[in-house]
């Protein structure tokens, strides 16, 4: 199954590396080695996700008072959202990449393949050019957009069960069960659903978490956030009928994505204060490398 190929895929991206390195199968890393900067800070970024609504129950606190006032506004917010900003965007798309059909069978919208296609060529650009900036941005991002699936889709989703909302709420027609025209309809459990299907995943949306992830991560490391968060937003507007979401999911999703954007950078910066650090080492008695650690 595709989406079973995909998961599996995300668990080794996320699991598997930090195993690996203890094994020697990716070499010792330095505090400059980006794939160590990626790879060993997984741990790190998961405690800190989990962890996150307990050591900031403030601004925790204030976020979810805020969604939950979005939720209860949801119905007349989501209607004008219906009828101005997806009425202008309406029939705008991003033009086809030319491996998109090949992608086909793994279950990506258009907009996946093309931020997944940005960060591959940034990490391509980097790696022709020597832009260390450019490949760093591209694994942070892979694995914020790693953490954004398994957050947003797998586990936020399966457990808030929201219903989506009707594709027109001026006259809704949500014959079918899958969609609905009341804001308050949580609860609708039907498992851990791998795939983007319609019925109980409407919050968060992971497509703005994922989005936003990924902007945040490049407008850290590039320190602008004009060009990384346009881009997002610009994928947020392609095809955007075909989000069906209300006005509070897409708020969830990003500010969960910039979240977790916050957090692969903070921890990737905090590897890079340690790490090993090796120096050329000249003494009476010969020459050599000095080795040190740094906590």
Known sequence: MPARRILAALITVLWLPSASLADGAIPFSSKNSLW????????????????????????????????????????????????????????????QLPWEKKLADLGLASEDVWMLSGIAGSYAYGALTGDERSKRAALLSSKALALSFVTSQLVLKSVIARKRPCADLDQPNCSDGTFTDNPLDFGNFHGISVSPDGYGTAMPSYHFTQYFAVARVYSGVYGDSWIPFGAAGLLAVSNIRGHRHWVS???????????????????????????????????????????????
């Not at 996150?52 to 004008?80: F, H, M, Q, S």
């Not at 590897?271 to 000095?290: D, F």
């Open 249 to 295: 999911d897409m708020v969830a999703g990003t500010a969960l994505g910039i979240g977790i954007g916050e957090i692969v950078l903070r921890n990737s910066d905090a590897y890079r204060a340690g790490g090993l650090t090796a120096a050329p080492l000249v003494t009476q008695n010969g020459t050599g490398l000095s080795f040190g650690v740094s906590f």
């Open 36 to 95: 160590g900067e990626t790879f060993r800070t997984i741990d790190d970024d998961v405690k800190a996700l989990i962890q996150a609504p307990v050591k900031n129950p403030g601004k925790t606190g204030k976020i979810l008072a805020g969604i939950g006032l979005l939720v209860l506004l949801d119905k007349p917010l989501t209607r004008t959202y219906q009828n101005t900003v997806e009425k202008a965007f309406d029939g705008f798309a991003l033009p």
